[in-house]
DNA sequence: GTTACGACCTGCGAGC
DNA sequence: TGCTCGCAGGTCGTAA
């Protein structure tokens, strides 16, 4: 499942492959795909074709690819997407849905996504604070940890103001942004709390913890290319990262804690799984699970 | 305005 | 062997 230490590896093979290259032609193979793009398949591919890549940037989970006219590609792999620069002549991928070639005739971008979350759309770039300018549609999303501009205090002020679990909070994407299920179970094995502590019961300290702990775990998964259990996530070239190795939480249930030695468990929460040292992530005091 | 939850989607593995 | 069903989970829309 790509989160921030993921996409930001597809990030940057992007920006080595296709920065600077002038677009041929673009195919729509799975109309799911350009959902978001509300003027169609058809018009996605005729405003691409022509059109030279200046840079590809990121927030968070969503990444963009800055176009010569004041647009962007926003792109969003969802759970199973892949962004993928193939030789020409190299055979499809089962699920390819986006195809792109450049005038060059070099390597040609391929959108690949079996589960279909993922998708690409055209947008206005707009300015925001210290002249960045961003898609539209992730103007609500804030900055993720290993963004410079990120503000350590609007998040730590931020999760103790909100009401709802710290899990929760960890993964809403307008508090802070980039990480999903898999760093926010790392982040809360790192800090020693429950997934179910509510955030009004987070201390000044705990928060800080959190903060520090997801930029950590975030940036070692970074370091190794990412976290990957299949084929599902890989980077441009089609390569898969090592971080799975070095989880602490995540997909451990009945294994050992690396901390303590106690069973690790799952437990069910907002319709997904959660994993959790029932030693050193002791349930809060005074809440009722189901 | 904030929070919670269902829907979307498809491949895989377990169970029968 | 083949079928059914549950599971995986990021984002968005809707209801409360």
């Given at each position: 499942?790509?989160e921030?230490?993921?996409v930001?590896?597809?990030?940057r093979?992007l920006?080595?492959?296709?920065?600077?290259r002038q677009i041929?032609?673009?195919?729509v193979?799975h109309?799911?795909a350009?959902?978001?793009h509300?003027?169609?398949?058809?018009?996605?591919c005729?405003r691409?074709?022509?059109?030279?890549?200046?840079a590809?940037?990121?927030?968070?989970?969503f990444m963009?690819f800055?176009?010569?006219?004041?647009h962007?590609?926003v792109?969003h792999?969802g759970?199973?997407?892949?962004?993928?620069?193939?030789?020409?002549e190299?055979?499809?991928?089962?699920?390819?849905?986006?195809?792109?070639?450049?005038q060059?005739g070099?390597?040609?971008?391929h959108?690949?996504d079996?589960?279909?979350?993922?998708?690409m759309?055209i947008?206005?770039l707009?300015?925001?604070?210290h002249?960045?300018?961003?898609?539209?549609s992730?103007?609500?999303?804030a900055r993720d940890p290993?963004?410079?501009?990120?503000?350590?205090?609007?998040?730590v002020?931020?999760?103790?103001?909100?009401?709802?679990?710290?899990k929760?909070?960890?993964?809403?994407?307008?508090?802070?942004?980039?990480?999903g299920?898999?760093?926010a179970?790392e982040?809360?094995?790192?800090?020693?709390?429950?997934?179910?502590?509510?955030t009004s019961?987070v201390?000044?300290?705990?928060?800080?913890?959190l903060?520090?702990n997801s930029?950590d775990?975030?940036?070692?998964a970074?370091a190794q290319?990412?976290?990957?259990?299949?084929?599902?996530?890989?980077?441009?070239?089609?390569?898969?990262?090592?971080?799975s190795?070095?989880?602490?939480?995540?997909g451990?249930e009945?294994?050992?804690?690396?901390r303590c030695g106690?069973?690790?468990?799952?437990e069910s929460?907002a319709?997904?799984?959660?994993?959790r040292c029932p030693?050193?992530?002791?349930?809060?005091?005074?809440i009722?699970?189901?």
């Open positions: 499942m790509p921030l230490p993921e930001e590896v597809v990030r093979g920006d080595q492959w296709v920065t600077h041929e032609s673009v195919e193979l109309s799911r350009v959902r978001n509300l003027a169609g398949g058809k018009d996605f005729r691409l074709s022509g059109r030279t890549i200046n590809v940037s990121r927030r968070g989970k963009w800055a176009l010569d006219d004041d962007a590609v792109t792999l759970m199973s997407g892949q962004v993928l620069v193939q030789e020409p190299a055979e499809r991928e089962k699920h390819l849905r986006i195809r792109v070639t450049f060059d070099g390597r040609a971008m959108f690949v079996q589960r279909t979350f993922g998708g759309a947008e206005e707009v300015e925001v604070e002249g960045q300018r961003i898609p539209v992730v103007l609500h999303i290993l963004d410079p501009l990120f503000d350590p205090r609007t998040f002020d931020g999760i103790r103001a909100k009401n709802t679990q710290v929760r909070a960890l993964l809403d994407q307008n508090l802070i942004s980039g990480i299920n898999i760093y179970d982040t809360l094995w790192r800090s020693e709390i429950h997934w179910a502590l509510p019961r201390t000044k300290v705990q928060a800080e913890t903060l520090r930029i775990v975030m940036s070692e970074l290319g990412g976290t990957s259990f299949d084929s599902l996530y890989v980077n441009v070239n089609g390569e898969s990262g090592y971080f190795r070095d989880l602490n939480a995540y451990r009945g294994e050992p804690c690396d106690s069973i690790m468990v799952r929460f319709n997904r799984s959660s994993f030693r050193c992530q002791p349930k809060p005091r005074g009722q699970l189901d």
